[in-house]
C-alpha cells in the first residue's frame, strides 16, 4: 500500500498512543508517535508542601507503581542535601528491584509475547511433545505431559465460551508467526502462570511500603520502622515473607521467563536486525551500593552511548541547563518565549495549547504539533532509553556478570553483540536484566540482614522534617531508572513550597515527536529502521516494535462529548 497507516490507540499499553505511518509500498518510509491525552500532575503540584509531592506524583502513573514517588522524594531530599540511613537505601533498592522484576515479567507475557506467539495455534500443540520442549529448555516443575494436557484444554474451553477479553482481536495465523504449536501451548501456560505468580510478588511491596500498587513513602527514608519484637513493624516474620519473595521471583526469572525469551527469539533472528532507529543511548543510573551522592557505587551506571560505539561512555549530569532540554516544537504546549525555545526542567514549562485538528480526523497534521508528549533531548540529541540502554551501559563499564550473561545468551542465539541494537534486542535485554537484579535483591537483603543484626534499626533522617532549617529557595532533581528508562523530577522550592515541578519520563524520551531541527524520537526511528508489512491491515511488525518499548504513556483517560458521543474513531488492534 501507499499513503497512511493509522493505528489508534496503540492496544497492550498503559495510556493512549497513536501511531501513524507514511508507507512507500509496503515498507514503513516515515512514521509519527502521537500521546492523545494530557497529563497535568505538574500544575497541580505548585504551591504544596514539597514533602507531599510524592503521594500526587506517584499517581502519574498506575503501572510504575513505584518509582514516581522514588524520584519525587529523591528531588527533595536532593534540593535540601539530605541523606538517608543505610537501611532505607537498602529497602528502597529491593522495592526499585521488586518493581522490575514483576513489571518485566507481566509485559513480557501479556503485553508482548501475543506479538510473537499464536495463542489459537497451540490448540493444535502435542502435550506430550510439549512437555518435552519445556523439559530440555529448564527445570521448571509445571512440564509434564499432562499439565500442557490441562492447560491446552483450560484454553479450548476459554475459546468455545465466546468470551475471548484480550484475546478477541489477536492476529491469529498472520504469516509472520513462526512458532510451532508446541512453542505457543508452552508460552501460553507461562502466561497463565505469570498471572498467579505476580500476586505473590508484590507482597514486597505492601511489607515495606504497606499496599500496592502506590506504596507509602517517606522523604528522609521509608515508612518501615525495623523491630524485631513488634508486631506493626519489620518484624522476623516480614522479613522471611522477604526472602520468599525473592526467591519466588528468582526461581520464575531462572527457569521460565529466560528459558522462554531464548526459545522465543530462536525462531525470529530477523528481529535482530531492525528496529533499532536512534543509536543513542541514555540512563541517569540508579540502585547505590552506598548513596544517592555516590554514583560510582550504582548498579546501574549513568551515562550516554553515541551511535553504538561501546568504547565511550559520556558523562551525564541532569542538574546541567546545556545537557537536558526539552523542546515543544511539535507538541500542544507553548513556551513563554516562543515554541522553538528548549527549556532545562529547573526552567520548565507546562502551558497547554492545543491546536491539533478537531476529531475525528483522518490523520494528523505533522508539519505542525502532533503530540501531547514533548521531545526531551540530550545535548540536541535524540536518545533511547530503557533495559536495552542499561543492559549496554553495564556492558560498555565492564560489568563482569552482565558481560557474562549476554554473552551466554547470545552464544545461545548464535548472534553477535550488534544483535542487540535491535527490537528483539530491547526485549531480550529486558529479561537478562530481570536475571541480573534477581540476583542483586538476594545481596541487598543479605546486607539488611546484616546491618540489623548489628544493631543498626534506623530507617529515618528525622532532621529534613525541620522545615524553619530550610533555605529559603533551593532546587534538586531526582532520578530513578524506572523499569521503562531514565525517570527524573526536578523541582524548585521557595519559601518551603514548591515553586515549579517538572517530570520527564522514559515514555516522553522515547515516544516524544519531532524535535525543532526535525530530530525523530526513538519510537519513529525505530519504526523507520527496516519495517516492511506482510499485510497492512494486520500491521503486526509496528506492534513488535513499540511494544518493545513497554510504552507507558500516562494513566488511560475518555474523550466525549456532553452527550455522552466518543469523539474518536478507533481502530482496534492487538
Known amino acids: 500500500m501507499s499513503g497512511r497507516l493509522v493505528i489508534d490507540p496503540i492496544t497492550r499499553i498503559e495510556g493512549h498512543l497513536r501511531i501513524e505511518a507514511q508507507m512507500e509500498g509496503n515498507r514503513v518510509g516515515q512514521a509519527y508517535s502521537s500521546g492523545t491525552m494530557v497529563r497535568g500532575i505538574e500544575t497541580i503540584l505548585k504551591g504544596r508542601d514539597p514533602r507531599d509531592a510524592w503521594a500526587f506524583a506517584q499517581r502519574i502513573c498506575g503501572v510504575c507503581t513505584l518509582v514516581h514517588g522514588m524520584a519525587s522524594i529523591r528531588a527533595v531530599e536532593n534540593a535540601l542535601n539530605y541523606e538517608i540511613p543505610k537501611n532505607a537505601q537498602l529497602i528502597r533498592n529491593l522495592m526499585i528491584g521488586a518493581q522490575y522484576i514483576h513489571d518485566h515479567v507481566m509485559h513480557f507475557y501479556h503485553l508482548h509475547a501475543l506479538d510473537w506467539v499464536d495463542v489459537v495455534s497451540a490448540l493444535k500443540a502435542d502435550p506430550k511433545a510439549t512437555s518435552e520442549l519445556a523439559q530440555s529448555l529448564g527445570s521448571w516443575p509445571n512440564s509434564s505431559p499432562g499439565y500442557f494436557s490441562d492447560t491446552r484444554k483450560r484454553l479450548a474451553n476459554f475459546v468455545e465460551s465466546g468470551q475471548l477479553g484480550i484475546f478477541a482481536n489477536g492476529y491469529w495465523g498472520h504469516e509472520q508467526y ?319 513550597k514548591i515553586a515549579n515541578y517538572q517530570a520527564i519520563v522514559p515514555s516522553t524520551w522515547n515516544a516524544g515527536p519531532r524535535d525543532a531541527s526535525g530530530q525523530p524520537g526513538a519510537y519513529e526511528a525505530a519504526l523507520q529502521d527496516e519495517h516492511t508489512l506482510a499485510d497492512s491491515s494486520q500491521p503486526l511488525e509496528i506492534l513488535r516494535t513499540i511494544h518493545s518499548f513497554d510504552p507507558c504513556i500516562a494513566c488511560a483517560v475518555h474523550l466525549s462529548d456532553e452527550d455522552g458521543e466518543e469523539l474518536l474513531r478507533i481502530q482496534i488492534t492487538q
Open 178 to 496: 513462526k512458532l510451532p504449536p508446541e512453542a505457543n501451548l508452552m508460552a501460553v501456560a507461562h502466561y497463565l502462570e505469570a498471572l498467579v505468580w505476580q500476586r505473590d510478588v508484590v507482597k514486597l511491596h505492601t511489607i515495606f511500603g504497606g499496599k500496592n500498587p502506590h506504596p507509602n513513602f517517606l522523604v528522609g527514608g521509608v515508612a518501615s520502622p525495623i523491630d524485631l519484637n513488634s508486631d506493626s513493624a519489620i518484624n522476623a516474620k516480614r522479613l522471611s515473607q522477604i526472602q520468599d519473595v525473592i526467591t519466588t521471583m528468582r526461581q520464575f526469572v531462572d527457569q521460565v521467563y529466560l528459558p522462554d525469551t531464548l526459545a522465543i527469539a530462536s525462531f525470529y533472528k530477523d528481529w535482530f536486525k531492525r528496529g533499532e532507529g536512534l543509536g543513542n543511548f541514555l540512563c541517569y543510573g540508579d540502585l547505590p551500593a552506598v548513596s544517592m551522592n555516590e554514583p560510582s557505587g550504582f548498579l546501574f551506571p549513568a551515562g550516554v552511548i553515541l551511535d553504538r560505539d561501546l568504547s565511550r561512555v559520556h558523562e551525564i549530569d541532569v542538574h546541567d541547563k546545556a545537557q537536558i532540554q526539552e523542546y515543544v516544537a511539535h507538541s500542544w504546549y507553548e513556551y513563554g518565549a516562543g515554541k522553538s525555545t528548549a527549556l532545562h526542567p529547573y526552567d520548565g514549562e507546562t502551558n497547554l495549547d492545543y491546536t491539533g485538528p478537531e476529531p475525528p480526523f483522518e490523520h494528523l497534521v505533522v508539519e505542525d504539533p502532533y503530540s501531547w508528549i514533548k521531545s526531551p533531548r540530550w545535548r540536541d540529541k535524540a536518545m533511547e532509553v530503557g533495559p536495552l540502554s542499561r543492559v549496554l551501559m553495564m556492558y560498555a563499564n565492564g560489568h563482569e556478570p552482565t558481560r557474562e550473561l549476554a554473552g551466554f545468551a547470545l552464544k545461545q542465539l548464535e548472534l553477535p553483540i550488534d544483535a542487540l541494537f535491535s527490537t528483539l534486542g530491547r526485549t531480550a535485554a529486558r529479561t537478562l536484566e530481570s536475571k541480573l537484579l534477581a540476583d542483586a535483591m538476594q545481596s541487598w537483603f543479605d546486607d539488611l540482614l546484616a546491618n540489623i543484626k548489628s544493631g543498626d534499626t534506623r530507617t529515618f533522617n528525622e532532621l529534613l522534617w525541620e522545615p524553619s532549617t530550610w533555605p529559603d529557595r533551593c532546587q534538586g532533581a531526582g532520578f530513578t531508572e524506572a523499569p521503562r528508562g531514565a525517570l527524573g523530577h526536578w523541582i524548585v522550592i521557595e519559601n518551603r
